[in-house]
């Protein structure tokens, strides 16, 4: 009983294509956001150790 597995396989590539790319697409959204947020607090630290110094 074999069956052709041709089409199967086309929906896998084409679902898993499909997945791979919106989790790029939600990784690269995500860094996006959070990398000004760091610098932002990384620069008020910065600010903060300066102002004590002076």
């Known amino acids: 009983m074999k069956k052709n597995k041709k089409g199967q396989a086309a929906v896998e590539y084409i679902l ?3 997945a791979l790319f919106i989790a ?3 990784f690269y959204k995500y860094y996006t956001w959070i990398v000004p947020k760091q610098f932002e607090s990384g620069a008020k630290i910065i600010l903060s150790v300066y102002e004590l110094e002076k």
């Open 24 to 26: 790029f697409v939600l």
């Open 16 to 18: 898993t294509t499909a």
